[in-house]
């Protein structure tokens, strides 16, 4: 499949720079913090301010650095548990599409179990049962439970996949299975994994932020959920103090939006119809006007204004 | 009925893996706490009780690891999940008993309502493409992206106070007792506005987009072009031609997406306090009783499948192709 190289739109551009200056603080947030976000001091619950940008917490810690130092631990679950779900997914899903009979059959039912099972509560059992709840076992523990997804698309994909000319035919001069999946049906997966990638690191910061949040990772390292439990915790509301989680929900909702962006920009690949069409109206040679829709067929309409119903009449 | 047939004993092999994997986590929890807690409690618990958690937990070590698990089979087949330590000594069947409506009524109204209005909403998408309406994407994307409890929170901080008439947590005043009379079915009523609306909030969109994904992928049909032809009104061909087949993978992706839902929901439970499933599960964990725990992944399990179930059972009333013997 060759992808016609166009501008990427405005949607992919905005969502690729989102999460360009995530990774970015991802790598140097330590260092741009301005305060040690554990450290406490005498600006106790202090609204925000130039000395403190996202204000303070009841021990006088800066929210801002909390935030920036919290971005790290965040990128690192999401891009974690994303590529390991990934590759559990390419893995299952490719094996059980291409192969027929019972083998892929039960492959299958065992990913449609680990859709139907309930994620949250089963992450939350398995990470407090997890001794050491560091950044790298939260990840594993998502990136173990939240491929099903990626791979029942996959399998989808490939079925349809092992149908085609291309594919029978390399099959047909007797080149290898492996051979086969690797170089004829993965590069024509590439966009449905890059999307169930993106999908599945949107779930692991989400699922991370809420295990942070309700307190059951550990409390070593900083990262958004963090913040928001000491708010909850704190009574940040009923203190008024907005400003303690404001900014943390913020950061969570941009950065999902990001990665829903660059999504949208894959799907418009994958399916050229989803792509947002400009309004195109035409004036046909006797002054009456088309509207061209894709896929529907223009037909001039008897009255002068354009009906919404582009194929009307 | 081969459809019908099929998916019933996919969900039975489900409630067996989710029973197994319930069976399986409380052996890898290194040192058992609940030797330790049942030792703190000694004297308070008969002896009946003792004996039910040594099988859910596995304390007996004499046994072999097939005996022990059949022995547990046995026990979750009487309905026994053993007791529960906060709330002891009341049996973790109570506990769920009595949180279990308040999840259903929350989760299963907010659920539907959510999946109609955005399934709605991404009809009407899907049809104008093109125009302003595309602009409203990103939005729903970003409200998509918000975490139902940070959403819970803004709305707390934002709607309730002294003297608004949204209360800000638990499910009823606590003076009153549940019951089926008006005063408290109003109470309850008025405790689940904010809960519901953020839960609604935050999953209309991930609805709308997929329903308005499937319209646009619809509507090239040549089948949609016939029913233009033929000089049916707008509207119905919306309706009755493209709409009624978009809907397909929204309902088969309805029960789907019902696991992930569950885990949004749980944490709204959580900000407002609400005394559901939920609640009591993330109690459960802070109070380390592991009964509970167990008892609530399985019965939200049960749960989801049930819905799955109906959920399928609708997908048969709308495409019968499914309906085809053989």
């Known amino acids: ?132 709840s560091g950044d790298w076992a939260i990840a594993t523990v998502i990136g173990c439970t939240g491929w099903a997804w990626g791979a029942r698309l996959l399998r989808a994909q490939t079925l349809s996949l092992r149908q085609r000319d291309f594919v029978q035919a390399a099959r047909a001069s007797g080149e290898s299975t492996w051979r086969v999946v690797v170089f004829e ?129 | 009925m081969k459809y019908f047939v099929r998916r019933l004993g996919f969900y039975l092999f489900t409630l067996w893996a989710a029973v197994t994997i319930n069976f399986f986590i409380p052996r890898l929890i290194p040192g058992n706490p609940v030797d330790s807690l049942i030792a703190q409690r000694k004297g308070q618990i008969d002896s009946k009780a003792v004996e039910s958690l040594t099988v859910l937990f596995g304390l007996d070590k004499h046994q072999s690891l097939a005996s022990q698990y059949f022995h547990y089979l046995g026990q979750l087949l009487h309905g026994d999940l053993g007791v529960s330590f906060q709330n002891f000594p009341e049996p973790v069947t109570t506990v769920l008993g009595s949180a279990l409506p308040w999840t259903l009524g929350l989760i299963g109204t907010t659920t539907i309502l959510a999946f109609l209005i955005g399934t709605l909403l991404g009809v009407f998408a899907g049809w104008r493409r093109g125009t302003w309406v595309d602009a409203l994407l990103p939005a729903t994307s970003f409200l998509s992206s918000i975490p139902y409890f940070w959403l819970g929170l803004i709305s707390v901080a934002w709607f309730t106070g002294v003297d608004s008439f949204l209360p800000n947590s638990g499910g009823y005043d606590p003076g009153l007792i549940p019951g089926w009379q008006i005063g408290f079915i109003g109470n309850a009523l008025r405790h689940s506005i904010l809960p519901a609306a953020t839960i609604i909030v935050s999953s209309v969109g991930g609805w709308l987009l997929a329903m308005r994904n499937m319209m646009v992928t619809v509507t090239a049909e040549d089948y949609i072009t016939v029913a ?86 609708a997908y048969m009333a709308l495409d019968p192709r499914t309906r085809k013997e053989g």
């Open chain 2, 228 to 313: 233009h032809a033929k000089g049916l009104s707008g509207r119905r061909v919306m309706t009755r031609y493209a709409a009624r087949n978009a809907l397909l993978p929204s309902v088969s992706g309805f029960g789907m997406a019902l696991g992930l839902v569950v885990g949004g929901t749980f944490l709204v439970e959580y900000v407002f306090s609400y005394p559901g499933v939920g609640l009591q599960l993330l109690n459960a964990i802070s109070g380390h009783d592991y009964p509970l725990i167990q008892g609530v992944f399985l019965v939200v399990t049960v749960a989801v499948l049930a819905a799955n179930f109906l959920a399928d059972l």
């Open chain 1, 185 to 313: 049906i993965l590069p024509n997966l590439t966009a449905i994994i890059a999307s169930s990638f993106i999908g599945t690191v949107m779930f692991a910061v989400m699922t991370e932020i809420a295990l942070a949040f309700v307190g059951v990772s550990g409390i070593s390292e900083w990262n958004w959920g963090e913040v928001l439990f000491w708010a909850q915790g704190q009574q940040a509301l009923a203190l008024g103090a907005w400003w303690w989680f404001v900014p943390a929900g913020l950061c969570i909702a941009l950065l999902g939006t990001a990665l829903s962006l660059v999504n949208f920009g894959i799907d418009e690949i994958v399916n050229p119809r989803l792509r947002s069409s400009g309004r195109a109206v035409v004036k046909a040679a006797d002054g009456r006007k088309v509207r061209m829709r894709i896929g529907f067929t223009p037909v001039l309409s008897q009255s002068p204004d354009v009906s919404s119903e582009g194929g009307g009449r």
């Open chain 1, 1 to 132: 499949m060759r992808f016609h190289l166009r501008m990427p739109s405005l949607k992919v551009t905005v969502g690729l720079a989102l999460l360009a200056v995530f990774t970015f603080v991802a790598f140097f947030g330590s260092a741009l913090a301005p305060y040690d976000p554990s450290k406490r001091s005498r600006d106790i619950l202090q609204a925000p301010s130039g000395k403190h940008w996202f204000g303070t917490t009841h021990l006088g810690q800066d929210i801002f650095s909390q935030i920036l130092v919290g971005t790290r631990s965040v990128m690192f679950v999401g891009f974690a548990a994303g590529i390991l779900a990934t590759a559990i997914a390419v893995l299952i899903g490719v094996t059980s599409g291409y192969l027929s009979g019972v083998a892929g059959e039960s492959l299958s039912t065992v990913s449609n179990v680990f859709i139907v099972i309930p994620a949250l509560p089963l992450i939350v059992i398995v990470t407090n049962v997890v001794p050491d």
